[in-house]
């Protein structure tokens, strides 16, 4: 059984729909990547899982339960947290701030001290920034604290839109480590990028979407050594 | 000629004037700055809450000063009814239907005004009225000191909740991304309806302090509106720090103006100043990184 199931999900913008029955499947604690052009409808599917847009069509599952018309902070509040693409800090606001404002509600309220902590312990940068606005970091810095916010949720599931983009390797190398040693300890990640080679060594399965259609899935090794399909999708 | 001593006694009075105009405009822009919506009604809700501490008086024999008390919840409540009533509803239509349902509403509540309590201006004629507090060579009357000092102190109050309550980190969060703070599992409804709140609230302040000040009639509000506004704008909708600066440089520059030239002249002050202000600094006096 996964934790989140996807089903034929129609979801778009305006009058065109970008996704066209979409589905996806990552169980507990799996590690999925979900890659695709610029495009191909990536940061849409996203949005349907948090609940930023609203599915036209479809479900989508989480936990055994049906969230497809459940609000966006009440899924953040069931345990599915994401680094959005471009980061959506407040600027304005310390990085202390930023920990903070997702900590509100329940558990993740009752647990603030313990998780900024953990937080601090995975970016010891953030610590030296913590009174810091977060809109004068740099952008690896702020990339950190975006997903130090989302962990602030005592999430179950992290998503990831486009975690590297614009950041220097060693900056991503970084935060991919932190990834690693957070799925170590039983957090799912679902990893969507555009940096391929990247994503499909740090997931177990992946999902590849183009036209706002799911073309091709599978273990994330056998796409990597499969040279037609990195040929015929992967842009190489 | 303008001697020190009138000038003095402008600026005093100027910065009274101010604070008075910074609670208003406060309440303005953080409902702007939480919800993106410009209230063309917030000056009614002044004109109520005036009204209110009017009453309070003129029925029960209640001092403005404790009146604040009454009146003050009483706003809040209206700002609740406020949202939940007129504004969800209004959220998802686009920014100029928004505007029509605010102005609409600030329209409406003049009318109702009008036929309720007729056009007469009335004030409340307080004994203290004629003491007065000697500030160098300038004199403050002991009513306009305590509502511009009950300003102040509600402003600071205000700064300290949202800087250092968690209450006022989402209010902050929800101003500079909603999204963001949605994905935080801030749910922007409650954030909204405490936004209006808080902004209609603290007008219940005001309105009683002033209503022993200046004259209370069905149109009182909309100077204030306007006001507020030239305030919010050039202090940078949605800017805190920004309001406080721009209502002490409206009441200041209104103040001297009537020293040195008329009262008529006065009047028009506020909006010159926008204009420079506008020409100056189109973002807003206190600089701000737009945050969408």
Redesign the interface.
């Given at each position: 059984m996964p934790d989140l199931n996807i089903a034929a999900i129609a979801a778009g913008y305006g009058a065109a729909d970008v996704l066209h029955g979409v589905g996806l499947d990552l169980p507990a604690g799996g590690r999925v990547a979900l890659v695709g052009s610029n495009g191909a409808g990536k940061t849409t599917l996203v949005k349907t899982i948090?609940?930023?847009i609203a599915a036209r069509a479809g479900a989508v599952r989480w936990d055994g339960q049906e969230i497809t018309r459940t609000?966006?902070?009440?899924r953040?509040?069931l345990g599915i947290?994401?680094v959005?693409e471009g980061?959506?800090?407040?600027?304005?606001?310390t990085v202390e701030?930023?920990l903070?404002?997702?900590s509100?509600?329940g558990a993740?309220?009752a647990r603030r001290e313990e998780t900024k902590a953990e937080v601090f312990d995975l970016f010891p940068r953030l610590r030296e920034r913590a009174r810091q606005r977060a809109?004068t970091l740099s952008g690896g810095e702020q990339q950190m604290v975006a997903i130090g916010?989302?962990l602030?949720?005592r999430p179950r599931l992290l998503i990831l839109d486009e975690p590297s983009i614009g950041l220097a390797p060693k900056v991503v190398a970084e935060i991919f480590a932190v990834l690693a040693a957070l799925s170590a300890r039983g957090m799912s990640l679902l990893l969507v990028e555009q940096n391929i080679q990247l994503s499909l060594r740090s997931v177990d399965y992946a999902y590849v979407l183009q036209q706002g259609r799911l073309v091709l899935e599978g273990p994330a090794a056998d796409l990597l050594a499969d040279r037609q399909v990195r040929a015929a999708y992967l842009g190489q | 000629m303008v001697t020190f001593d009138i000038f003095a006694q402008a600026v005093v009075s100027g910065l009274a004037n101010g604070a008075i105009y910074a609670l208003v405009a406060v309440g303005l822009t953080l409902v702007f700055g939480v919800m993106r919506i410009i209230n063309f009604a917030h000056g009614e809700f002044l004109m109520i809450a005036m009204y209110a501490g009017y009453f309070a008086w003129a029925l029960a024999g209640i001092d403005p000063v404790l009146a604040i008390f009454i009146v003050t919840p009483l706003l809040m409540l209206i700002g609740v009814l406020l949202y939940d009533g007129i504004i969800r509803r209004a959220l998802a239509a686009p920014e100029i239907n928004q505007m029509a349902v605010t102005l609409g509403l600030s329209l409406l509540l003049q009318n109702l005004a009008l036929m309720t309590f007729k056009g007469d201006n009335l004030l409340i004629p307080l004994a203290r009225a004629t003491e007065s507090i000697a500030i160098g060579p300038a004199l403050l009357q002991l009513p306009q000191a305590i509502a511009a000092l009950a300003s102040l102190l509600l402003i600071a109050a205000l700064w300290l909740v949202l800087r250092l309550t968690d209450f006022g980190i989402m209010m902050r969060a929800v101003a500079q991304s909603r999204d963001g703070a949605v994905l935080c599992g801030i749910g922007l409804g409650a954030v909204y309806r405490w936004a209006l709140c808080i902004g209609i609230g603290t007008l219940g302040i005001t309105g009683p302090l002033l209503a022993s000040t200046l004259y209370v009639n069905p149109h009182v509000g909309a100077l204030f509106t306007l006001k507020a506004f030239v305030i919010v704008i050039a202090g940078g909708l949605g800017n805190f720090g920004g309001a406080l600066l721009g209502a002490l440089l409206v009441g200041l520059a209104e103040s001297i103006a009537g020293a040195w030239f008329s009262a008529s002249i006065a009047a028009a002050v506020p909006f010159a100043l926008l204009i420079v202000a506008m020409l100056w600094r189109p973002e807003g006096l206190i600089a701000r990184r737009v945050a969408r």
């Open positions: 948090n609940g930023l609000r966006p902070h009440d953040t509040r947290a994401t959005a980061r959506l800090l407040f600027p304005d606001c701030e930023n903070v404002a997702a509100t509600h993740a309220k809109g916010r989302a602030m949720t | -």
